[in-house]
């Protein structure tokens, strides 16, 4: 008997009325009062020569970050579920002037951290008070000198509420704006770009090709707007980086996943040597599909009508089970997410594209957001993000400053419970044509990580060094996509996706830039992961939670070493890894022939 879930996500316990909410408001004026006295307290905050005093500003800092990021995770639930709510816009505008005022007086004590001398430093870390802060304590200190002035970066803070983040504001505001007309099953439907997107994966190639098409003539049709958008963006970020002496686009983002440039070159030095599988596993899909090549809006397509199709709560069931098939922790801590509304799953207009999960520190809670459309692939990403939301209830025990992990290891706790749920659907097809089709589930995350993510990476990199030079049109745009499509898939596309760079909101992302390699860095590091838990079995949940709780405290190198034992700058780790995915690719390439 399937369980019954709820679609639409309960919101009214975090604050009751949505974007009209007097408890949000009030929530507002009270954060705005206490972050006051902490750009007071900051202020005041002298060259720290005792413990205390760094430890009392701690307690500080994290009882107005909770409130800070308590109303910005609310506030991006009701403007994802929602485009067409104009008030809840407004408060995002709110919340972003308490975000920065929070982060320029955060920033004052970060300098009086850096001014402290190395001696009395290495006294204050040692102490009883401070040892669990050491590490982060650290990144502030290390930070701190590579910014400019306190008044320097106070002005590129302030101007960035109307410069730098405002551009990204306006990208959403580009998407919602936009909607394309499509005939599916015989109806003309009005679509938001969210759900053109899910026709990808439809069983008619005419309907796949018409949404392709409508959604590439609306990118068209704005592609001045995106660009200006892409490229005031991006001119920022690089005044910004020159003005603080940073030459390398990758360092921030580097520094942000806490990894080294050597990790990440031979992370796709491995990728790029080993492509030919997936490129022939390309090959056999255009086949199967009738084709020689296959085409960018045929990546998704089903290719057999036998595949599974689920309602939600037949998914969510379906998770839990293989959940629980690992641990207890992760099954009922999914269950009890599931049953209380912390997922907003429904098919429906004005929703935002794409999926997310957001932490909301004040009720210990999280919130998925996803549309459910009934493949095997939506089941995947509802995993993926109950994956993310295990990770931050992992951390509950930890201090919460020390809870803030970079995203590249994010994406392994949610690319593991992804597997889980992949691997078990795999063993447990019934027929010939269901494995196919749920191998081909499985390859396509492959395929996704290895050259999708790769494709934005390459992208973004040329991008970034040709704005150095000035403004990129939207013609140059579309070239440099076509050209990293083409290479990131050894050459096995017969169309490429030219305004890829406007419909993808990660390239508009102001918090974490190069919102891209973190994908592929945590499905390769989730491989290794997963394939100590089938190792040890039911047992290894423990271990794997002590492995969450350390993904905040240390750099992804020792992380690596400490839990898996393994040296992530070598390109071996790396070759193992993608040998797993190369055998699911095998695997379907003899199945499909046998077949015929």
Same mark, same amino acid.
């Given at each position: 008997?399937?369980?019954?879930?709820?679609?639409?996500?309960?919101?009214?316990?975090?604050?009751?009325?949505?974007?009209?909410?007097?408890?949000?408001?009030?929530?507002?004026?009270?954060?705005?009062?206490?972050?006051?006295?902490?750009?007071?307290?900051?202020?005041?905050?002298?060259?720290?020569?005792?413990?205390?005093?760094?430890?009392?500003?701690?307690?500080?800092?994290?009882?107005?970050?909770?409130?800070?990021?308590?109303?910005?995770?609310?506030?991006?639930?009701?403007?994802?579920?929602?485009?067409?709510?104009?008030?809840?816009?407004?408060?995002?505008?709110?919340?972003?002037?308490?975000?920065?005022?929070?982060?320029?007086?955060?920033?004052?004590?970060?300098?009086?951290?850096?001014?402290?001398?190395?001696?009395?430093?290495?006294?204050?870390?040692?102490?009883?008070?401070?040892?669990?802060?050491?590490?982060?304590?650290?990144?502030?200190?290390?930070?701190?000198?590579?910014?400019?002035?306190?008044?320097?970066?106070?002005?590129?803070?302030?101007?960035?509420?109307?410069?730098?983040?405002?551009?990204?504001?306006?990208?959403?505001?580009?998407?919602?704006?936009?909607?394309?007309?499509?005939?599916?099953?015989?109806?003309?439907?009005?679509?938001?770009?969210?759900?053109?997107?899910?026709?990808?994966?439809?069983?008619?190639?005419?309907?796949?090709?018409?949404?392709?098409?409508?959604?590439?003539?609306?990118?068209?049709?704005?592609?001045?707007?995106?660009?200006?958008?892409?490229?005031?963006?991006?001119?920022?970020?690089?005044?910004?980086?020159?003005?603080?002496?940073?030459?390398?686009?990758?360092?921030?983002?580097?520094?942000?996943?806490?990894?080294?440039?050597?990790?990440?070159?031979?992370?796709?030095?491995?990728?790029?040597?080993?492509?030919?599988?997936?490129?022939?596993?390309?090959?056999?899909?255009?086949?199967?599909?009738?084709?020689?090549?296959?085409?960018?809006?045929?990546?998704?397509?089903?290719?057999?009508?036998?595949?599974?199709?689920?309602?939600?709560?037949?998914? *969510?069931?379906? @998770? #839990?089970?293989?959940?629980?098939?690992?641990?207890? !922790?992760?099954? %009922?801590?999914?269950?009890?997410? +599931? =049953?209380?509304?912390?997922?907003?799953?429904?098919?429906?207009?004005?929703?935002?594209?794409?999926?997310?999960?957001?932490?909301?520190?004040?009720?210990?809670?999280?919130?998925?957001?996803?549309?459910?459309?009934?493949?095997?692939?939506?089941?995947?990403?509802?995993?993926?993000?109950?994956?993310?939301?295990?990770?931050?209830?992992?951390?509950?025990?930890?201090?919460?400053?020390?809870?803030?992990?970079?995203?590249?290891?994010?994406?392994?706790?949610?690319?593991? *419970?992804?597997? @889980? #749920?992949?691997?078990?659907?795999?063993?447990?097809? !019934?027929?010939? %044509?269901?494995?196919?089709?749920? +191998? =081909?589930?499985?390859?396509?995350?492959?395929?996704?990580?290895?050259?999708?993510?790769?494709?934005?990476?390459?992208?973004?990199?040329?991008?970034?060094?040709?704005?150095?030079?000035?403004?990129?049109?939207?013609?140059?745009?579309?070239?440099?996509?076509?050209?990293?499509?083409?290479?990131?898939?050894?050459?096995?596309?017969?169309?490429?996706?030219?305004?890829?760079?406007?419909?993808?909101?990660?390239?508009?992302?102001?918090?974490?830039?190069?919102?891209?390699?973190?994908?592929?860095?945590?499905?390769?590091?989730?491989?290794?992961?997963?394939?100590?838990?089938?190792?040890?079995?039911?047992?290894? =949940?423990?271990?794997?939670?002590?492995?969450?709780?350390?993904?905040?405290?240390?750099?992804?190198?020792?992380?690596?070493?400490?839990?898996?034992?393994?040296?992530?700058?070598?390109?071996?780790?790396?070759?193992?890894?993608?040998?797993?995915?190369?055998?699911?690719?095998?695997?379907?390439?003899?199945?499909?022939?046998?077949?015929?």
């Amino acid at each position: 008997m399937t369980t019954i879930y709820p679609e639409v996500w309960e919101l009214d316990s975090l604050f009751q009325g949505g974007s009209d909410s007097a408890e949000l408001k009030k929530h507002l004026e009270d954060t705005d009062q206490k972050l006051k006295s902490f750009e007071q307290a900051a202020e005041q905050f002298e060259v720290p020569t005792q413990a205390v005093q760094i430890a009392e500003f701690i307690e500080q800092t994290a009882a107005v970050s909770v409130d800070v990021r308590q109303a910005g995770a609310y506030i991006g639930c009701l403007m994802a579920q929602n485009t067409e709510d104009k008030p809840a816009a407004l408060l995002q505008s709110e919340q972003a002037l308490l975000r920065s005022r929070f982060q320029s007086a955060f920033l004052k004590f970060k300098q009086a951290l850096m001014a402290t001398e190395q001696t009395v430093w290495d006294e204050l870390l040692a102490s009883d008070s401070l040892t669990e802060f050491a590490f982060v304590l650290e990144e502030w200190r290390q930070e701190a000198k590579r910014l400019l002035s306190e008044k320097e970066e106070g002005l590129i803070t302030d101007l960035g509420i109307d410069g730098y983040h405002a551009w990204s504001e306006l990208y959403d505001l580009l998407i919602v704006s936009t909607n394309v007309d499509v005939e599916v099953d015989g109806q003309l439907k009005t679509l938001s770009v969210g759900q053109a997107n899910n026709l990808s994966s439809h069983k008619e190639a005419a309907v796949r090709k018409q949404a392709y098409d409508k959604l590439e003539e609306a990118w068209t049709e704005k592609e001045e707007l995106f660009a200006k958008t892409l490229n005031s963006l991006a001119g920022f970020r690089l005044q910004m980086y020159d003005k603080r002496g940073v030459e390398n686009v990758l360092e921030e983002p580097l520094r942000m996943n806490r990894m080294k440039q050597e990790t990440l070159d031979v992370m796709w030095q491995a990728i790029s040597e080993h492509k030919q599988p997936f490129a022939d596993y390309l090959t056999r899909k255009a086949q199967i599909l009738g084709k020689d090549k296959i085409a960018w809006h045929d990546i998704d397509a089903p290719i057999s009508e036998n595949s599974q199709q689920f309602d939600y709560g037949q998914g *969510a069931d379906f @998770i #839990v089970r293989q959940f629980s098939k690992f641990g207890p !922790e992760l099954e %009922q801590f999914s269950r009890h997410a +599931l =049953e209380n509304g912390w997922v907003e799953a429904e098919d429906r207009p004005y929703k935002m594209p794409g999926g997310f999960c957001t932490s909301l520190p004040k009720s210990e809670e999280s919130r998925i957001f996803m549309t459910f459309s009934g493949s095997m692939s939506n089941v995947a990403t509802l995993a993926h993000e109950l994956g993310h939301a295990f990770h931050t209830y992992a951390l509950r025990p930890a201090h919460y400053l020390n809870r803030s992990y970079a995203m590249n290891v994010a994406e392994t706790a949610s690319t593991f *419970a992804e597997m @889980i #749920v992949a691997d078990a659907a795999v063993k447990n097809a !019934e027929t010939t %044509q269901e494995k196919i089709s749920l +191998l =081909e589930d499985k390859i396509q995350r492959s395929v996704a990580f290895f050259m999708n993510i790769h494709a934005r990476f390459l992208f973004e990199t040329r991008f970034y060094e040709e704005r150095k030079n000035g403004v990129v049109p939207a013609s140059r745009l579309n070239e440099l996509m076509e050209q990293a499509q083409q290479e990131a898939f050894a050459g096995g596309l017969s169309s490429t996706h030219p305004h890829f760079w406007a419909s993808k909101l990660h390239f508009y992302i102001t918090d974490v830039p190069f919102y891209n390699f973190p994908y592929t860095f945590g499905y390769v590091f989730s491989l290794s992961v997963y394939a100590k838990a089938l190792e040890e079995g039911q047992g290894f =949940e423990e271990k794997y939670m002590a492995l969450l709780r350390d993904t905040a405290i240390m750099s992804t190198e020792d992380l690596a070493m400490k839990h898996l034992g393994e040296d992530i700058t070598q390109k071996a780790f790396w070759e193992k890894g993608i040998a797993l995915c190369t055998q699911d690719v095998e695997e379907f390439i003899k199945l499909t022939a046998e077949e015929g």
